[in-house]
């Protein structure tokens, strides 16, 4: 491995995230009036809408708790963890204790969705903000909403389906929020579930999803794993599929099992041969297996989520494994997502480019970004580099 | 009017109409072995999927019965039109009553959606076949299903609703399908209850959704008609705002009525001027009223159906009018639909277009896209022109 490398990275995205990030989202988005913050951006920060997206609220509240606990103690972010710890727990929960997607500022509800990604992401907040705040309370917050998560992802408690039961399907995306929600659950105020749980969802994606003999990464099987050859059942998410083959490698550095380090490296393999753009770099959304058009029309687009995923896992198989492939793959991507998504003069990122890279429009944060995906990575990039710096 | 343009227009239509888009179809996505129709295809016209999305069939059936009852009694078209009657008849009602959104080739449900959609294309669809055969069952059919229609427009039939009470808003969508419903339903079996609903829907449109002061037709406002000054509030829709506007201006030339005919061209200038792209043609797919980022991300991109509806809204303004305005409109869209949306090789147009009119994807049917946009402007435009050459 190439250590000027990885310290030049390291102050790369260690600046990157706390100079240019970070100043864009706070202390301005935290509401100081309803509690939560005031997320939906445009490009030079003004408000585009006071709205609050219940996702956006738990993964801010689980960013500012994440930082106060592994980068600096600082009280303005344990605050303004707070902030949006308060406005999940007093407004973002129905009666029945199914949380809400779209809130008004003030916390009345708009919009209650058919899946629990609100939960989840509200789990790694308390969880964050527990280990934080030492508040036994809040991990027992915590715990209740994972179970009450595990309740949905095993079908055990049932929400109004969508679909009728003619063409059964799962979706990568469960297991992989749950693999996900459980390894910030173990690392913040532990839980002896999450081990066994971690492992059994990753046998499941290996299992049912990933798919060797065309090289794929499924985004939906039939419940037996086997290609559903419906528009649905076709349609691949590269950047999601890489994100989960991070969360693989991550589980792979954190038992030191090579077993998920080749699994995860295989699926980052797989998609990134898939979804790499040839012609104008960066990871392309949507892909159909054989190559017939799928549902979407704006499939070729370049979203800010895909690319950061793909940063963190071509980082940690580069990391773990030292293949210059990888170092390549980041690099070139780094590049591209500096050059095409980062808004240099007002800081963070563009959400939506089109497929050549021309900005398609301009918000910061709206319904679905906000400040998680982009720091996300730039943290996780600068911790996994710090401990190699420091190791070396 | 230019009577030798007129004359050349309707040629154009007539030939587009018979000899490119209806050979794409038919008769091969007619099922043989289900009833119904396989639409979902590739740019070549292979089977992308047999999956069957109902509101496409019940729009294909109606094409094909109003072909029959317009341009030539073709018993192909008549059969295929039966094809599709008995396919949403046996298969696209669920016990309640309540139809389904997308179903399987062998008419197994995949899904309901919480809208009445299906529901206004079948009545049409029944409509016009009640017509073709005269069967007084089926006219039954269409009426009684309509006036299920009016109770959901009503909310006197509630389905599931999507969003909390707390910010109620009502679109444009409403009014305007209800409209091009009972049109239709008073062209083909007539019924004495639509010209008085007409005028009310259009007396809603023109007071709560037409704002003069910001030459402006919104998509959705308060019940009161304000807007809302929230992302989803704000977002426009140029191409169905311009839909609306030739669904008024039909009604202008079916009772001869000048305030319909202002209004309808009003709605028409403003859309345009909002809506049309001054840097690559063609009508844009979303804005935000005052110019805020929108939702959505594809925004920018350039659909078929949009173009669609604004060639007709042109052509009737232009004929009704005799504004050459209408008519160079009319010719820079035909022209730019020509050169980019047209597929010479195979027949029919694509669907979804980058921007600046390079192809997003090749799928020429879909869950959302089928024989009915590009067939109506040409049937539609062909009948306008037709009675012109007659009259003159």
Redesign the interface.
């Known amino acids: 491995m190439d250590l000027a490398y990885i310290k030049e990275l390291h102050q790369f995205y260690q600046k990157e995230l706390l100079e240019d990030t970070l100043p864009f989202w706070f202390p301005r988005s935290i509401d100081q009036k309803y509690g939560g913050y005031l997320l ?1 951006r ?1 490009a030079d920060g003004s408000l ?2 006071d ?1 609050k997206a219940v996702w956006i609220q738990g993964r801010a509240a689980w960013l500012l708790a994440t930082l106060y606990n592994t980068v600096e103690k600082k009280q303005a972010w344990l605050d303004g963890a707070a902030a949006g710890i308060d406005f999940l727990l007093n407004h973002c929960f129905d009666p029945a204790g199914k949380m ?1 997607f779209h809130m ?1 500022r003030d916390g ?5 969705r058919r899946y629990f990604f609100s939960e989840t992401f509200a789990v790694i907040a308390l969880a964050a903000y527990a280990k934080a705040t030492q508040d036994a309370r809040m991990a027992e917050k915590a715990r209740e909403l994972f179970t009450r998560c595990l309740e949905y992802a095993k079908g055990e408690r049932l929400m ?1 389906p ?3 039961p ?2 059964p399907a799962k979706a990568i995306g469960i297991p992989m929020i749950m693999i996900n929600t459980a390894q910030q659950l173990r690392e913040t105020i532990g839980d002896p579930r999450c081990d066994q749980l971690i492992q059994d969802w990753i046998a499941e994606i290996e299992r049912d999803f990933v798919k060797e003999d065309i090289r794929c990464v499924m985004e939906q099987v039939a419940p037996d794993g086997s290609i559903i050859d ?2 649905d059942g076709r349609t691949l998410n590269p950047g999601h599929a890489i994100e989960g083959a991070w969360f693989i490698l991550h589980e792979a550095r954190y038992r030191s099992n090579k077993h998920y380090q080749q699994l995860g490296c295989k699926m980052l393999d797989y998609m990134w041969e898939r979804g790499w753009d040839k012609t104008y770099g960066g990871i392309l959304y949507f892909l159909d297996v054989y190559g ?4 979407e ?5 370049k ?1 800010w989520w895909p690319q950061n995923e793909a940063l963190i896992a071509t980082l940690l198989a580069y990391t773990l494994t030292g293949d210059q492939k990888y170092k390549t793959w980041h690099e070139d991507l780094r590049q591209y997502t500096e050059n095409y998504f980062h808004d240099k003069e007002h800081g963070e990122w563009y ?2 480019l ?2 050549d890279g021309s900005l ?4 910061k944060g ?2 679905f970004k906000g400040p998680f995906h982009l720091p996300r990575q730039q943290w996780y990039c600068m911790r996994l580099l710090s401990a190699l710096v420091t190791a070396n």
């Open positions: 939906m445009d585009i809408d709205d809400y008004q009345t509800p708009i919009r209650m109004t969508k679909f009728e003619t063409r419906h528009i017939k058009p799928v549902q029309y704006w499939q070729d687009m979203f959400g939506y089109h497929r398609a429009q301009t918000a709206n319904l």
